[in-house]
């Protein structure tokens, strides 16, 4: 049995209808306290795209892996598989906001966690967002989810609000930080 699983590259690219399975058993498996508002999925799920989750706003980043034995040799069972996913949308449907994307989801495998996936997928999401015809790229953060903040700041994004309190989650307050970034080169 593997004890390591090693990341040889990782690509980005749209997501697929095919990919629905994959993304709905991603989405939850990654489901946290750190950054979900909603109660964790149960049985029977919801359909991970349907007319507001359209598989044109998903970009997904897959891995090509290579499965290690425990004294660390490989074991010649590489794949490829997908990482993570990242979810990039206009924030409302107004013309005089056209200019703007926002990220509303990011999900990074647990296994691909730390190989650099999910700062891939900004970076792949800012890239789109650019090539939209956005000048301006925005998302939402909870205030406890410190290592997504970090991320976001590595990349750039700065806290341009704060709510404070805007959800009760398992028996506390929790802020919803806003965050963007300028897309100019």
């Known amino acids: 049995m593997p004890a390591t699983t090693t990341l040889h590259s990782v690509s980005v690219r749209p997501a697929l209808s095919a990919d629905e399975?994959?993304?709905?058993?991603?989405d939850r498996s990654t489901w946290s306290t750190l950054h979900?508002?909603?109660?964790?999925?149960?049985?029977?799920?919801?359909?991970?795209?349907?007319?507001?989750?359209?598989?044109?706003?998903?970009?997904v980043a897959e891995a090509a892996t290579e499965a290690a034995t425990e004294a660390g040799a490989p074991d010649?069972?590489?794949?490829?598989?997908?990482a993570?996913?990242?979810?990039?949308?206009?924030?409302?449907?107004?013309?005089?906001?056209?200019?703007?994307?926002?990220?509303?989801g990011l999900a990074v495998a647990a296994w691909a966690r730390g190989a650099g996936v999910g700062r891939t997928l900004l970076r792949a999401a800012c890239a789109e967002a650019r090539r939209q015809g956005a000048n301006r790229i925005t998302l939402r953060v909870l205030g406890h989810n410190t290592?997504?903040?970090?991320?976001y700041a590595s990349e750039g994004f700065a806290v341009e609000g704060v709510l404070s309190g805007e959800f009760f989650l398992h028996g506390r307050y929790v802020d919803d930080v806003l965050m963007g970034r300028s897309l100019a080169p």
């Open 21 to 26: 399975e994959a993304l709905g058993e991603l």
């Open 36 to 59: 979900a508002v909603m109660p964790r999925p149960r049985p029977p799920y919801d359909p991970f795209f349907d007319e507001r989750h359209r598989p044109g706003d998903f970009l």
């Open 76 to 82: 010649g069972s590489g794949e490829i598989r997908i």
């Open 84 to 104: 993570g996913y990242i979810r990039l949308v206009p924030p409302t449907p107004l013309a005089c906001n056209a200019h703007v994307r926002q990220i509303q």
């Open 147 to 151: 290592p997504a903040r970090a991320l």
